[in-house]
């Protein structure tokens, strides 16, 4: 996957998030310069070979230091070419030592505005900095309110773009633990925002990551580590090989005020499968990406091949790996793996989740068990599909005697 060819951009611009630069050299810095070096080889291919923009919707330090700041701005420094406007936002890592010291390294190093309103090859470009940690108070609210306004009256049906940090609560997945409702009553009055928010670290390639109701939100991943809004998994929110996380959007305009959507994977160097597509939105009876999803008859199933295997057999336990199961069009969010004994009793249930959030899913998975007492014993493992749809017949291990 890749741009789409019969789209005919005049606008493209890269949104990044929660970067999370320390005080000394690591591979976050490394992974900003190739985001922004990334943009432009894929631009510069491109029959528009722009890149109009870059975006940073917040948490680009780990803690606001001057060194994290002044590291930042060297990184812009060396990578951005003449005709890329960047825009940054400041959020809750960045007033870790305090929002008044902060707001002014920001000022004086970036020689920014924490909030501002652009338009950019005729679109509007809004982007707000949180307050208080993740929150807007009066203030924010009525700035925002004003900006929007003059973005709507200049035209109502074009796309309006929109940045802030926390995600809007009850939209994209990961916004349920890291959102914010205090801007939800004005952005709602403009359905052809497309909003941006970082906050959570969940991967942008989780078809939830895109959510339409009242308008058009985007989750914008993470350049350090993923962090997932799910509480039943054996690991806790973050997965095993959380810190291999390096996704970046890319979008792209057009002269119909059409958008499309493209996540990139920089760890692989690679466009996840899929775009996400905007042709109206100003218009929700057009969207897509809407909780209907949530009503999908698409389930996992295990091809007959599939086989779960236990090994590493112990006097309490033993490890169980299993064969991926697959989907149509989309990935496997996780697995539930039954441990039942002879008496076809559950003693115990695991959840894992797929990994679907690198782009180099393993082909098998690997989940180990112990304070298992003497006797015979089973693994059910069901896959199950980001709308809670569970396959219909599970994979089944032979039986272990401890």
Known sequence: MAFDKNFKPVLRFTVVSDIHYKDTDSVERERMK????????????????????????????????????????????????????VTLSLASHEFFAGEEIALERF??????????????????????????????????RAWVAAELKKAAADDPVKPIFFFQH??????????????????????????????????????INDPRSIHQRHFTCLGTGTLSYFELDEFDKAYGTCPPGKEKAAQMLIVEADAENRVRIYPYDLITSNFFPFTWVIDEAWNPDSYIYTDKRYKSDLTPWFDESAKAEISDVKADGFTVT?????????????????????????????????????????????????????????????????????????????????
């Open 34 to 85: 190739k985001a922004v070096e990334t943009s432009y080889a894929l631009s510069e291919k491109e029959e528009y070979s722009k890149l109009d923009a870059l975006y940073v919707v917040g948490d680009f330090a780990t803690s606001g230091t001057e060194e994290q700041m002044l590291a930042f701005k060297n990184t812009l420094d060396e990578t951005l070419k003449d005709g890329t406007k």
């Open 107 to 140: 000022k004086r190093i970036f020689s920014q505005s924490p909030d501002s309103h652009e338009v950019i090859n005729g679109y509007h470009f809004i982007s707000v900095t949180c307050t208080n940690g993740c929150h807007f108070d009066d203030a924010k």
């Open 166 to 203: 926390p995600h809007i609560m009850g939209t994209v997945y990961g916004s349920a633990n890291w959102g914010e409702d205090e801007l939800t009553d004005i952005l709602m009055n403009y359905p052809q925002i497309i909003d941006f928010s970082g906050h959570s670290h969940a991967p």
């Open 322 to 402: 299993f064969d991926q199961a697959k989907i149509s069009d989309e990935y496997v969010n996780d697995y539930n793996i039954y441990i039942i004994n002879k008496d076809g009793v559950i003693v115990r249930n695991s959840t894992v989740w797929s990994e679907f959030y690198f782009y180099e899913m393993p082909e098998k998975l690997c989940v180990s068990f112990d304070g298992l007492d003497s006797g015979e014993y089973t693994a059910k493992i069901y896959a199950n599909s980001f709308w809670k749809n569970r396959c219909d017949k599970p994979l089944i291990s032979e039986t272990v005697v401890l």
